[in-house]
């Protein structure tokens, strides 16, 4: 199946500082990858949508300068915390788009646990 | 706006068949996954229904009824390894194919 890697799988750092998490699709190209927010016991939010070559959509409430998406090729997204803050540690999860037949799949990366001091 | 719904949790024994089930009420509708996700892990993909009726792969069978707005998730001979969390997702149009993700089901098997 397809298989989707994240970087880093587990990151702590100091309030105020950037954090650049990387997905791939290691086996496919992916047009379209997405970058989902899970909290403790909730279910994945959709922060934004990200197609390659164009900037990324935003869901409703997730600031574009805070999170920045950057999709510069067919099979690597990555999503910059910029200035982050102990409310944006949480389970940050990638997924790419198969596309082709009827599904058009997401496949998900492992997740990056952000934990912020 | 989007809504789905499913059990927060649920119990079975091993060996045995459980259905969890999801309910939707969303703006458009362009195919229902099913996602399991076991705890510190990202979600794996378990199945895929656009269609009314029965997908069945192996142990794992899922069902959809659009006129109802309802699917299910049927696990059978259940193992200890299927201890996870059962998430549903409704897409709801084909440009974006976005997913918008119920909060999951909790699945607990016992021996």
């Known amino acids: 199946g397809a298989v989707v890697s994240q970087h880093p799988s587990r990151v702590i750092c100091k309030s105020g500082t950037s954090v650049k998490i990387e997905c791939r699709s290691l086996?496919?190209?992916?047009?379209?990858m997405f970058w989902y927010r899970q909290f403790p016991k909730q279910s994945l939010m959709l922060m934004a949508t990200?197609?390659?070559?164009?900037?990324?959509?935003?869901e409703q409430g997730v600031e574009k300068d805070k999170f920045l998406i950057n999709h510069a090729s067919l099979t690597l997204s990555t999503l910059t915390v910029t200035s982050a803050h102990p409310e944006d540690s949480s389970f940050y999860i990638c997924?790419?788009?198969?596309?082709?037949?009827?599904?058009?799949?997401?496949?998900f990366g492992p997740g990056t646990r952000l934990t912020v001091l | 706006g989007q809504n789905i719904d499913q059990p927060t949790e649920m119990t079975a024994t091993e060996g045995a068949i459980v259905q969890i089930n999801c309910t939707y009420q969303?703006?458009?509708?362009?195919?229902l996954f099913w996602y399991q996700q076991h705890a510190g892990e990202a979600p794996t993909f378990l199945s895929y229904?656009?269609?009314?009726g029965l997908e069945e792969k192996g142990r794992f069978s899922s069902f959809l009824s659009r006129s109802k707005g309802y699917s299910y998730l049927l696990l059978k001979e259940l193992q200890m390894k299927d201890s996870a969390s059962y998430l549903c997702?409704?897409?709801?149009?084909?440009?974006?194919?976005?997913?918008?993700f119920g909060k999951g089901t909790m699945l607990l098997v016992s021996p």
């Open positions: 086996d496919f190209q992916a047009t379209t």
């Open positions: 990200s197609n390659e070559g164009s900037k990324a959509t935003y």
């Open positions: 997702a409704v897409r709801d149009w084909e440009g974006y194919s976005t997913l918008t």
């Open positions: 997924s790419a788009q198969v596309r082709g037949g009827s599904a058009d799949t997401q496949y």
């Open positions: 229904n656009v269609l009314d």
């Open positions: 969303t703006s458009g509708f362009n195919g």
